[in-house]
């Protein structure tokens, strides 16, 4: 199984975003698809997570400005980020996440940097 990210990179404050996450050898329209984060010395958190019957989750601090979406066709997660802040800057990870018990993925992340 193979996640690689895309569509990182350095915005300033209010700017937008759009991050990429291909699958490969992956049953992919059976997986919870997500968004993590993680800052230098911090604990990975969710942002987004999609499932596979389509239901969105956003943390609290992203509602309203980020957009998780799922192209079963590509093998493909999308976060859309819109009205960024500096607080968001961050690895974003894709998560793939077959349910109770089995394997997770990861991909190996991409640097979202929000700086005036």
């Known amino acids: 199984v193979q996640l690689v990210e895309s569509g990182g990179g350095s915005v300033h404050p209010g700017g937008s975003l759009r991050l990429s996450c291909v699958a490969s050898e992956i049953d992919f329209d059976k997986n919870a698809m997500a968004w993590y984060r993680q800052a230098s010395g911090k604990q990975r958190e969710l942002v987004a997570q999609?499932?596979?019957?389509?239901?969105?989750y956003y943390a609290d601090s992203v509602k309203g400005r980020f957009t998780i979406s799922r192209d079963n066709a590509n093998n493909m997660i999308y976060l859309q980020m819109n009205n960024l802040k500096l607080e968001d800057t961050d690895v974003y990870y894709c998560n793939a996440n077959p349910g109770p018990g089995r394997k997770i993925f990861w991909g190996q992340g991409t640097q979202v940097t929000v700086s005036s």
């Open positions: 999609v499932t596979a019957d389509g239901i969105t």
